[in-house]
């Protein structure tokens, strides 16, 4: 059983006692002036649609989680200084490849190349980052679009098994495309 699954079950069960149910034999039970009593269709209804709210909650709390990871994964779990970092290293980079540097642009890739010790020029690390900076967004691009697409569409389920079909889908492709961007 996954982590979402004894998550949801545990939600689950603990909804149903604070509303003072009771679930045996596969039964949910409630108590009333006369005792425990199986719920009217009525009942089971509504509880039906607490369930399907429920779960529609985790399958998008699911859904970020993953996004999220997936995102950690590509920038290789850069933390929030070396992200900024790489947002100014972007700009830098387009400044300098489109002739647009100033000076401290130029000094500042110059020290970089410096302390990296691998024969660049400004231009070549420039180059670098500016590729590196565009496979990064557009990966995250797709990974945003995947995300909106997906949390908009678990609000159309119904069904349990739609929701975890739409789950699963979504984990593949997402998977998927960490493989094809790995190399980037």
């Known amino acids: 059983m996954s982590n979402a699954d004894l998550r949801l079950k545990m939600r689950t069960v603990n909804a149903l006692y ?21 719920l009217t269709d009525k009942e089971e209804q509504e509880v039906s649609a607490a369930l399907i709210t429920l779960q529609k909650q985790d399958a998008k709390t699911t859904v970020a989680e993953l996004a999220d990871t997936v995102r950690a994964q ?5 933390n929030q200084y070396k992200l900024s970092g790489w947002s100014d290293k972007s700009q830098r980079a387009q400044r300098m490849l489109t002739e647009t540097a100033t000076d401290d642009d130029i000094a500042i890739l110059q020290a970089e190349c410096d ?3 691998k ?14 900076a565009q496979a990064l967004a557009k ?15 678990i609000d159309s389920k119904q069904k349990a098994s739609t929701l975890q079909t739409l789950l699963d889908n979504f984990q593949a492709q997402i998977t998927a495309l960490l493989k094809i961007t790995e190399g980037t």
């Not at 604070?18 to 199986?38: F, M, P």
């Not at 590509?74 to 850069?78: F, G, M, N, T």
Request: glycine letters at 6%; one cysteine or more.
């Open 74 to 78: 590509l920038s290789h779990y850069a």
């Open 119 to 132: 024969q660049e020029t400004p231009e070549q690390l420039a180059q670098k980052q500016a590729e590196k």
């Open 115 to 117: 302390a990296r010790l």
């Open 18 to 38: 604070q509303c003072g149910a009771g679930i045996k034999a596969d039964h949910i039970l409630i108590e009333d002036k006369e005792g425990w009593r199986v």
């Open 139 to 153: 990966s995250v691009a797709v990974i945003d679009g995947m995300e909106s697409a997906t949390l908009d569409d």
